[in-house]
């Protein structure tokens, strides 16, 4: 059986421009299952760390994908899993490092940060983007659905210590869920924790595209730009409410996922693996065809499936 490819991309980022995204953990292996997961429920729910993929083969991948496209604006540590549950990821940043002077980010939910020996291991990235989805103990429970070892005050401090120890710059996501995380004594608990933490931006999000659960509502652009100002100057809107880039290079393989739905309507698995994309960018391509109007969503049998309009 063919494994998954360890690199996808270059794809298109709003807040990192073209990114070359590097997945090292199995498809759903995470600390979270957050209700507004754009992948669906988290599968294996977990706090250990281990060579989930060899990093000697990783590293191989990635040094072939560079030298076949156009370098891109940062080589991004994410995927479809949480990505600091490899025990290896310090290592593999050093490797990326050698290979390549493109800067290397981080997108991790930040839920291990509180233990030392994980913040050790992403301090060689030259940026970390850690999250914060809930201002309270009740609310981290209700949105992140954790690992029952993760302790809400713990994390808190965790992500607080990271930015005072890491020498680049760290910024912050916070997900606003619709319905859960947007009232306004919710928005000032977290508003307080963000101060607490102190990060160089904070990045407001929102589920603009199909959460784990449907009751995680998108937030209107509008309000989402009143949120920002609760948060002071270094907050922006870094939800995609009109899809990302329209480069050829993206364009060209959104077309050809509309060419496949043209044939027959076919759920993210199906796309995935007619095409050979990965899930991230499968994900990224279905929701930009969404925007357009171009595909339509619909639930047969407990599944979604996409088709042409």
Known sequence: MNRKPYTFGPVPSRRLGRSLGIDFVPFKTCTYDCIYCQLG??????????EYAPMRAVLQEVEEKLNKISPP?????????????????????????????????????????WVDEVRDAVSGADLVIPSLDAGSNETFLRVNRPHGGIPFQEMVEGLSSFRKAFRGPVWLEVFITGGVTDSEDELVRIRNLTEQIAPERIQLNTAV??????????????????????FGGNCEVIADYTGVH??????????????LLRLRPCSIDDILSGLGLHRNETVKYVQELMDKKLIGMEERHGKRLYSVN
């Open 41 to 50: 429920r988290t599968t294996a729910k977990t706090m250990e760390r281990k």
């Open 73 to 113: 604006d940062y080589i991004t540590l994410s995927g479809s899993g949480e990505p600091t549950l490899h025990s290896g990821i310090a290592d593999i940043i050093a490797g990326i490092k050698k290979i390549s002077s493109i800067p290397v980010a981080v997108l991790t939910n930040g839920s291990l940060l």
């Open 209 to 230: 595209r199909t959460p784990a659960e449907a009751y995680a509502g998108l937030v209107p652009k509008e309000r989402m730009k009143e949120i920002s100002g609760l």
């Open 246 to 259: 329209d480069q050829s290079e993206f364009s060209s393989t959104r077309e050809d996922v509309l060419d």
